[in-house]
């Protein structure tokens, strides 16, 4: 384990009562639970060999509540502790950028469940706690889809009024949008759906007028200005108060779901941050998404709801399924779409996703769903965003389209990862990312003098793709919509297709300057250092490439009805294609193809859309779109800022398919020096800390001795300094030269020594042990499933060596002839 | 200034659940307290014939949300009307302009209270420190990463037990730990770019 510390766990040793790194720390105060004080009656059992500690008979044991099973050995945390031994603060806990021990948080937790249940038994109260922690797990979720939903209600509400500020201001009540303020106006005519008196743009409150090039270049200016002051306070506020709150969070939280600990990361300072700039993020009009940002926002308010409760702020692994379900929660809200937040949850963001959890995350989604319904933010009581009205039939001859809108989106998914990933990797090596404040402020510039003078980008994002996914019928009076209206005598449900007048071929052609500016401006806007998101402008161009066919292939269908492709289906006079579909096809196509989603993304798109027919189009597209991007590059966007970043993310979907063993892998290598291993009973106290002063692992093995190298257990570091400094301040007798006993028993000591220190307690009695020979596809099996940190490896039965998460990851790294360097954190 | 510190550590737990609280409540609410600018028809018609398109817009209630009752005056003449009418869409729409008014004032407040304490720790805070204390405590290491020792950690874990005498002391230690966290993650965003790239 070599730990390489790069950013100290605790550097406030300096303040004398600074004590811990952050507020998950309060949790050490009130002291662990679960050491149970069980001393266990001497047992007389005799042995031939005189070094071994016999091993524990179960018939002795079973007058007192002994939960460590030894023969089972499946519970990693000992408890038989000598009745001197108290509960420590701060064993059982972790260091920042660490990896957690999911064995041994699963047995804690039964452990817990067990003594509650066994416990239950013997009073009316006790049975009261038990009902009251198993209902704490439900009332947990209800909190934060309250919590998040409301959250999300105020970010849209606050989002849409400061984008609409760049534009102008109402004097009705200076806390209305455009929209809103213009809601019960009478002035509004058909051409112009968003005019009215109350509503004055910058140029007519500064000079008076509103037409004419003067108000227009007015309007640029002060749009601009609007736009930097945003991105300013945004990035300001992120790097003054929590730097952690930039960028979209989704890899952030995959890798803490696997069992990663960034302290601070889900806080409450970042949660408050992450909010108030990313509602400024948005507004200023650059390229970016709250979806991810959200799902942020959910996941902190998960974390900061468990302290509220004992069972989740005490267990790193149970908190980790509650932020499963918080994850879920945050999609729920950002697409108004409960069902494909829960799948998105089991297929992207989460590692460990028991069945127990998908049923909570859902009830945790529709809570949040539900509380945003009821804040109502857009206005029409629609939980979806982009609600479609249409429900015109496809033909199956469209699959064509579609599957090429597919192949677009995996090509466009593939390329932008690229470029995106070296975008950063720049960002993060040379002088670009020396000036974090200045890039945001030169790309929201950019940003924001280009898109002014295209009505398609000068619109807020979301709005552009309501649009685009809209159909053009009789009452729709958009540019885009104008279409030449020939011998209409239907109503206005069912359309026929239409020829294009000069206004659809304009709009056309700001759509293609539009999608390629889109495209051009996500690859840098991504990854800034404000919170951003990738859901939307993928979507956009998506939107923006399939509207563009569907109307190519509307005006040919309508010009050569004739052609034989056309000729069954498509007769003059019958409404057979829709733009609008094609183009919710291409955002399923370009979302899928830089996410590399799968049913979440359909089942997201047709719960945004609510468009059930078109189910087969939207997994028509993305599955092309994925099978083209994994054909250019493996990974999806968030595996590649994984990958990026160095953590220790060991992917569940990939397969190891080489022939290694475990002894290539394990350290120490033939020219290393020996693995350090402390010994069961004939070491000092001196000796155990200058071992751990002198190396860096994060663990050590315990053996019977030196000679024999047999396996007794393993202690952690972390919990060996801990120990030691609370035996040596609190205990008496504990000086350099006393004996460490990790043995159960210790033989009596002469009285001129000093007195022994029983370590015991932090031992790990059951470590995972593989022999030398096992093919590391087991191995790397192993570790996904069961979580684990470390895994010892011996050879007949001798201990020889040891496996660690990091070292299967640097040994992946460089079977693909990736840099093995590149894994960053333990 | 211990009132600036205390609003730093207890601001965003509190705000955080006032504003959850008041928003939740005010969603609540807005089916009593309904104003008549809440509720709106709207009825777009199409062109037709001679008539241009029009958007009416009228404050009813959703059963009197109907073409004949909406448009008004209408464009055209007796027979036509039914044919007009039928080209039409009304759609009933509500809102609650409280809980818009809430949500941008609470935001706004947010907003300016982090600010202003933002630049009470960039602009004021060293200026009234030199002020207060000399020249000498404003040289304090501000690059103190962390003692690579491995009980450094152990004596923070448990010296916390031991409390101090008295709150201010709590406060503004609380304070300092949390500057120096901040602190630590800039260094590792913005500086080593080792998270968060």
């Given at each position: 384990?070599?730990?390489?510390?790069?950013?100290?766990?605790?550097?406030?040793?300096?303040?004398?009562?600074?004590?811990?790194?952050?507020?998950?720390?309060?949790?050490?105060?009130?002291?662990t639970s679960d050491e149970d004080m069980v001393e266990i009656a001497g047992a007389t059992l005799d042995f031939s060999s005189t070094d071994d500690v016999p091993p524990l008979d179960r018939d002795y044991v079973s007058g007192y509540t002994s939960y460590n099973g030894v023969t089972e050995g499946v519970n990693g945390v000992p408890k038989l502790m000598d009745l001197l031994d108290e509960p420590l603060?701060?064993v059982?806990?972790?260091?920042?950028?660490?990896?957690?021990?999911?064995?041994?948080?699963?047995s804690k937790?039964r452990d817990r469940?067990r003594e509650?249940t066994n416990k239950?038994k013997e009073?009316?109260?006790?049975?009261?706690?038990?009902?009251?922690?198993?209902?704490?797990?439900?009332?947990?979720?209800?909190?934060?889809?309250?919590?998040?939903?409301?959250?999300?209600?105020?970010?849209?509400?606050?989002?849409?009024?400061?984008?609409?500020?760049?534009?102008?201001?109402?004097?009705?009540?200076?806390?209305?949008?455009?929209?809103?303020?213009?809601?019960?106006?009478?002035?509004?005519?058909?051409?112009?759906?968003?005019?009215?008196?109350?509503?004055?743009?910058?140029?007519?409150?500064?000079?008076?007028?509103?037409?004419?090039?003067?108000?227009?270049?007015?309007?640029?200016?002060?749009?601009?200005?609007?736009?930097?002051?945003?991105?300013?306070?945004?990035?300001?506020?992120?790097?003054?108060?929590?730097?952690?709150?930039?960028?979209?969070?989704?890899?952030?939280?995959?890798?803490?779901?696997?069992?990663?600990?960034?302290?601070?990361?889900?806080?409450?300072?970042?949660?408050?941050?992450?909010?108030?700039?990313?509602?400024?993020?948005?507004?200023?009009?650059?390229?970016?998404?709250?979806?991810?940002?959200?799902?942020?926002?959910?996941?902190?308010?998960?974390?900061?709801?468990?302290?509220?409760?004992?069972?989740?702020?005490?267990?790193?692994?149970?908190?980790?399924?509650?932020?499963?379900?918080?994850?879920?929660?945050?999609?729920?809200?950002?697409?108004?779409?409960?069902?494909?937040?829960?799948?998105?949850?089991?297929?992207?963001?989460?590692?460990?996703?028991?069945?127990?959890?998908?049923?909570?995350?859902?009830?945790?989604?529709?809570?949040?769903?539900?509380?945003?319904?009821?804040?109502?933010?857009?206005?029409?009581?629609?939980?979806?965003?982009?609600?479609?009205?249409?429900?015109?039939?496809?033909?199956?001859?469209?699959?064509?389209?579609?599957?090429?809108?597919?192949?677009?989106?995996?090509?466009?998914?593939?390329?932008?990862?690229?470029?995106?990933?070296?975008?950063?990797?720049?960002?993060?090596?040379?002088?670009?990312?020396?000036?974090?404040?200045?890039?945001?402020?030169?790309?929201?510039?950019?940003?924001?003098?280009?898109?002014?003078?295209?009505?398609?980008?000068?619109?807020?994002?979301?709005?552009?793709?309501?649009?685009?996914?809209?159909?053009?019928?009789?009452?729709?009076?958009?540019?885009?919509?104008?279409?030449?209206?020939?011998?209409?005598?239907?109503?206005?449900?069912?359309?026929?297709?239409?020829?294009?007048?000069?206004?659809?071929?304009?709009?056309?052609?700001?759509?293609?300057?539009?999608?390629?500016?889109?495209?051009?401006?996500?690859?840098?806007?991504?990854?800034?250092?404000?919170?951003?998101?990738?859901?939307?402008?993928?979507?956009?161009?998506?939107?923006?490439?399939?509207?563009?066919?569907?109307?190519?292939?509307?005006?040919?269908?309508?010009?050569?009805?004739?052609?034989?492709?056309?000729?069954?289906?498509?007769?003059?006079?019958?409404?057979?294609?829709?733009?609008?579909?094609?183009?919710?096809?291409?955002?399923?196509?370009?979302?899928?193809?830089?996410?590399?989603?799968?049913?979440?993304?359909?089942?997201?798109?047709?719960?945004?859309?609510?468009?059930?027919?078109?189910?087969?189009?939207?997994?028509?597209?993305?599955?092309?779109?994925?099978?083209?991007?994994?054909?250019?590059?493996?990974?999806?966007?968030?595996?590649?800022?994984?990958?990026?970043?160095?953590?220790?993310?060991?992917?569940?979907?990939?397969?190891?398919?080489?022939?290694?063993?475990?002894?290539?892998?394990?350290?120490?290598?033939?020219?290393?020096?020996?693995?350090?291993?402390?010994?069961q009973d004939?070491?000092?106290?001196?000796?155990?800390?200058?071992?751990?002063?002198?190396?860096?692992?994060?663990?050590?093995?315990v053996?019977v001795?030196?000679?024999?190298?047999?396996?007794v257990g393993?202690?952690?570091?972390?919990?060996?300094?801990?120990s030691?400094?609370?035996a040596?301040?609190?205990q008496d007798?504990?000086?350099?030269?006393?004996r460490v006993f990790f043995t159960e028993y210790t033989p009596p000591q002469?009285?001129?020594?000093?007195a022994p220190l029983k370590l015991r307690s932090v031992m790990d009695l059951s470590?995972?042990?593989?022999?030398?020979?096992?093919?590391?596809?087991?191995?790397?099996?192993?570790?996904?499933?069961?979580?684990?940190?470390?895994?010892?490896?011996?050879?007949?039965?001798?201990?020889?060596?040891?496996?660690?998460?990091?070292?299967?990851?640097?040994?992946?790294?460089?079977?693909?002839?990736?840099?093995?360097?590149?894994?960053?954190?333990? | 200034?211990?009132?600036?510190?205390?609003?730093?550590?207890?601001?965003?737990?509190?705000?955080?659940?006032?504003?959850?609280?008041?928003?939740?409540?005010?969603?609540?609410?807005?089916?009593?307290?309904?104003?008549?600018?809440?509720?709106?028809?709207?009825?777009?018609?199409?062109?037709?014939?001679?008539?241009?398109?029009?958007?009416?817009?009228?404050?009813?209630?959703?059963?009197?949300?109907?073409?004949?009752?909406?448009?008004?005056?209408?464009?055209?003449?007796?027979?036509?009307?039914?044919?007009?009418?039928?080209?039409?869409?009304?759609?009933?729409?509500?809102?609650?302009?409280?809980?818009?008014?809430?949500?941008?004032?609470?935001?706004?407040?947010?907003?300016?209270?982090?600010?202003?304490?933002?630049?009470?720790?960039?602009?004021?805070?060293?200026?009234?420190?030199?002020?207060?204390?000399?020249?000498?405590?404003?040289?304090?290491?501000?690059?103190?990463?962390?003692?690579?020792?491995?009980?450094?950690?152990?004596?923070?874990?448990?010296?916390?037990?031991?409390?101090?005498?008295?709150?201010?002391?709590?406060?503004?230690?609380?304070?300092?730990?949390?500057?120096?966290?901040?602190?630590?993650?800039?260094?590792?965003?913005?500086?080593?770019?080792?998270?968060?790239?």
């Open positions: 384990m070599r730990d390489r510390q790069t950013v100290a766990a605790c550097p406030y040793f300096v303040m004398e009562n600074a004590g811990y790194c952050d507020e998950s720390f309060n949790s050490l105060q009130s002291g603060p701060g059982g806990t972790y260091e920042d950028f660490n990896t957690i021990d999911w064995v041994r948080e699963k937790d469940h509650i239950s009073s009316t109260w006790a049975l009261m706690k038990s009902v009251s922690d198993a209902f704490s797990g439900w009332l947990l979720m209800l909190l934060i889809g309250l919590m998040a939903g409301a959250l999300a209600g105020g970010i849209d509400i606050s989002a849409h009024w400061l984008t609409d500020l760049k534009g102008g201001v109402c004097l009705n009540g200076f806390w209305f949008n455009h929209e809103h303020c213009c809601w019960n106006s009478n002035e509004t005519t058909f051409v112009e759906r968003d005019k009215c008196p109350q509503w004055k743009s910058w140029a007519e409150l500064i000079i008076g007028t509103a037409e004419g090039s003067f108000a227009y270049i007015v309007n640029y200016v002060m749009y601009v200005c609007w736009a930097l002051l945003f991105a300013f306070l945004a990035v300001s506020l992120v790097r003054a108060f929590a730097p952690y709150a930039c960028g979209s969070g989704i890899p952030e939280i995959k890798t803490i779901l696997s069992g990663f600990i960034i302290r601070g990361y889900l806080g409450k300072w970042t949660l408050v941050i992450k909010t108030i700039t990313l509602v400024l993020a948005v507004s200023s009009g650059l390229s970016l998404g709250k979806e991810g940002p959200l799902i942020h926002v959910a996941c902190c308010c998960g974390n900061i709801l468990c302290h509220v409760f004992t069972k989740y702020r005490k267990n790193e692994a149970k908190r980790r399924e509650v932020l499963s379900a918080a994850a879920a929660v945050g999609v729920s809200v950002a697409f108004g779409a409960p069902i494909g937040g829960v799948l998105f949850s089991l297929e992207e963001v989460s590692y460990y996703f028991p069945l127990k959890t998908l049923w909570r995350s859902f009830f945790a989604a529709l809570v949040a769903a539900f509380t945003l319904r009821s804040i109502n933010p857009f206005g029409n009581s629609r939980l979806v965003l982009f609600y479609v009205e249409f429900h015109s039939p496809w033909h199956l001859l469209e699959l064509v389209p579609f599957i090429l809108l597919g192949i677009f989106g995996g090509l466009w998914g593939a390329a932008f990862i690229r470029a995106n990933i070296a975008w950063c990797r720049r960002r993060k090596t040379t002088r670009l990312g020396h000036y974090p404040v200045l890039e945001v402020l030169v790309v929201t510039a950019v940003t924001a003098v280009l898109a002014f003078p295209n009505e398609y980008t000068r619109m807020s994002t979301s709005e552009l793709i309501s649009e685009l996914f809209n159909d053009c019928t009789l009452l729709d009076s958009s540019k885009l919509c104008d279409y030449i209206n020939v011998n209409i005598t239907k109503s206005s449900n069912e359309l026929a297709d239409r020829p294009a007048s000069t206004n659809v071929y304009m709009a056309m052609w700001q759509l293609a300057l539009a999608l390629v500016f889109k495209m051009l401006i996500t690859v840098v806007t991504f990854g800034m250092k404000v919170p951003s998101g990738l859901f939307i402008p993928s979507m956009a161009v998506g939107a923006i490439a399939g509207r563009l066919l569907g109307v190519a292939m509307e005006q040919l269908a309508y010009y050569h009805h004739d052609w034989v492709i056309f000729r069954g289906w498509c007769s003059p006079g019958a409404d057979c294609i829709t733009p609008g579909l094609y183009a919710m096809v291409g955002a399923a196509a370009c979302l899928g193809g830089v996410t590399r989603m799968t049913v979440s993304l359909v089942v997201i798109m047709f719960e945004l859309t609510g468009g059930l027919e078109y189910i087969v189009p939207l997994m028509a597209a993305a599955m092309t779109s994925k099978w083209v991007a994994d054909a250019i590059g493996r990974e999806g966007i968030y595996e590649a800022h994984i990958r990026l970043n160095g953590y220790p993310f060991l992917e569940a979907k990939e397969e190891f398919s080489h022939k290694t063993l475990a002894m290539d892998v394990m350290r120490p290598r033939r020219s290393d020096p020996p693995l350090s291993v402390l010994t004939s070491m000092t106290v001196e000796d155990v800390e200058t071992l751990i002063t002198e190396t860096s692992y994060s663990g050590f093995p053996v001795s030196h000679e024999s190298q047999r396996l393993f202690a952690l570091r972390r919990d060996l300094t801990i030691i400094e609370n040596r301040r609190r007798g504990i000086v350099s030269t006393s002469a009285p001129s020594s000093p470590p995972f042990t593989v022999t030398d020979h096992t093919p590391m596809e087991i191995v790397v099996d192993i570790f996904r499933k069961l979580g684990l940190r470390q895994c010892l490896v011996t050879h007949n039965g001798r201990l020889l060596g040891i496996i660690t998460k990091k070292d299967i990851l640097k040994h992946m790294a460089q079977m693909a002839n990736r840099d093995p360097d590149s894994i960053l954190f333990n | 200034e211990i009132t600036m510190s205390l609003i730093g550590m207890k601001v965003p737990m509190q705000l955080c659940l006032l504003l959850c609280s008041l928003r939740f409540i005010l969603s609540a609410e807005k089916s009593d307290a309904k104003s008549s600018r809440d509720i709106r028809c709207k009825c777009i018609c199409p062109p037709y014939k001679d008539v241009q398109g029009m958007i009416y817009n009228q404050n009813v209630s959703l059963k009197d949300c109907n073409c004949l009752h909406v448009v008004d005056p209408m464009p055209v003449e007796g027979k036509d009307v039914e044919a007009y009418c039928l080209r039409c869409e009304c759609t009933y729409e509500e809102r609650s302009s409280g809980t818009i008014k809430v949500t941008i004032i609470i935001y706004l407040f947010i907003l300016g209270l982090l600010l202003l304490y933002m630049f009470y720790l960039t602009m004021l805070e060293p200026v009234l420190k030199r002020r207060l204390f000399g020249h000498s405590q404003l040289i304090q290491s501000e690059d103190d990463v962390g003692d690579q020792q491995p009980f450094a950690n152990a004596h923070n874990v448990l010296s916390r037990s031991r409390s101090q005498s008295n709150m201010l002391n709590k406060v503004e230690h609380a304070q300092q730990r949390w500057r120096r966290q901040v602190q630590e993650q800039r260094k590792s965003v913005f500086d080593r770019h080792v998270v968060l790239s």
